[in-house]
């Protein structure tokens, strides 16, 4: 699977965790359904809580080790820049 494909759909399942969230605060604070429904609407309530924070939370770490990655490495290409850059200038210029 393409790098590029993994983040759309991981983004993806970042949108639908926070839906679940806020649709579980919804429920719980807003909808007088779910407060007539007594016991299961507490237990609907807080799955649909648990199940976005499921599908958040990983995908957040995830997409955080993807940048801190590219952050190193595009550290790692601009330190060898440099240093080429550093040994190019040191090396003395023959004259003819």
């Known amino acids: 699977m393409k790098a590029s494909t993994l983040i759309v759909m991981l983004r993806i399942s970042i949108c639908c965790g926070i839906s679940l969230i806020l649709l579980g605060i919804y ?10 429904m007594g016991i299961k609407g507490i237990i609907l ?13 990983p995908t957040k770490m995830y997409l955080t080790l993807l940048l ?21 200038q040191a090396q003395p210029k023959s004259s003819k």
């Open 68 to 88: 801190v990655n590219h952050e190193n490495h595009q550290r790692e290409l601009e330190s060898a820049i440099s240093q080429q850059d550093k040994t190019s």
């Open 45 to 57: 309530s807080a799955m649909c809580v648990a199940f976005g924070m499921v599908l958040s939370l």
């Open 27 to 36: 429920l719980h604070n807003f909808n007088h359904t779910v407060e007539l």
